[in-house]
T-cell receptor, first 120, second 113 residues
Framework: DAGVIQSPRHEVTEMGQEVTLRCKPISGHNSLFWYRQTMMRGLELLIYFNNNVPIDDSGMPEDRFSAKMPNASFSTLKIQPSEPRDSAVYFCASSLQSSGRPGLAKNIQYFGAGTRLSVL | SQELEQSPQSLIVQEGKNLTINCTSSKTLYGLYWYKQKYGEGLIFLMMLQKGGEEKSHEKITAKLDEKKQQSSLHITASQPSHAGIYLC?????????????FGKGTHLIIQP
């Protein structure tokens, strides 16, 4: 089975350029998450979607960041304009939200291999 | 302040020895997830714990969630080189568990032959 697929795996760009990261979630999953990982701050949630609808984007650092999910099998994270401090590894994860006991929904997230972004 | 504290930050263990990694929160954890990350790669799901006092095992790895649901431990028995990597705990900090996870900063595990 194909897992979460991210592209590109590596991206090197110059400050001020637009960067687009792509993600294909696991087929059948209804939730998609974008995270950013840095040495200083660890793994942080940027935004997540449920049934293609953005639910919480409070982790998006600035207006330069935007994310879309036009359909259940594709999402993008765009940075425009990019800055050196955006350099990090960006992960996409997907999950199938299901409820076990009331109030104890399962939330096992499966991660892609990540995109390592370097902004010069 | 970090909502999830992992300890130790790094660990060097001789092959064959046992080890324990801890994950602590000041808040109730509605779901606790352990992941392993190899350098330069994505996160691999290991185990999920939801009930106070719950314990799960897979091969030589055992994870526990305390009765108060504020602390979890990951124990590896008879460590092997394949266990090396970064171990991260992630948590549902809200009841319902439909949100993004909050992660600890990870524990870097090195296995010495």
């Amino acid at each position: 089975d194909a897992g979460v697929i991210q592209s590109p795996r590596h991206e090197v760009t110059e400050m001020g350029q637009e960067v687009t990261l792509r993600c294909k979630p696991i087929s059948g999953h209804n939730s998609l998450f974008w995270y950013r990982q840095t040495m200083m701050r660890g793994l942080e949630l940027l935004i997540y979607f449920n049934n293609n609808v953005p639910i919480d984007d409070s982790g998006m650092p600035e207006d330069r960041f935007s994310a879309k999910m036009p359909n259940a099998s594709f999402s993008t994270l765009k940075i425009q304009p990019s800055e050196p401090r955006d350099s990090a590894v960006y992960f996409c994860a997907s999950s199938l939200q299901s409820s076990g006991r009331p109030g104890l929904a399962k939330n096992i997230q499966y991660f892609g291999a990540g995109t390592r972004l370097s902004v010069l | 302040s970090q909502e999830l504290e992992q300890s130790p930050q790094s660990l060097i263990v001789q092959e064959g020895k046992n080890l324990t990694i801890n994950c602590t929160s000041s808040k109730t954890l509605y779901g606790l997830y352990w992941y392993k990350q190899k350098y330069g790669e994505g996160l691999i799901f290991l185990m999920m714990l939801q009930k106070g006092g719950e314990e799960k095992s897979h091969e030589k790895i055992t994870a526990k969630l305390d009765e108060k649901k504020q602390q979890s431990s990951l124990h590896i028995t008879a460590s092997q080189p394949s266990h090396a990597g970064i171990y991260l705990c992630g948590a549902d900090m809200m009841r319902g568990g439909a949100d993004g996870l909050t992660f600890g900063k990870g524990t870097h595990l090195i296995i010495q032959p």
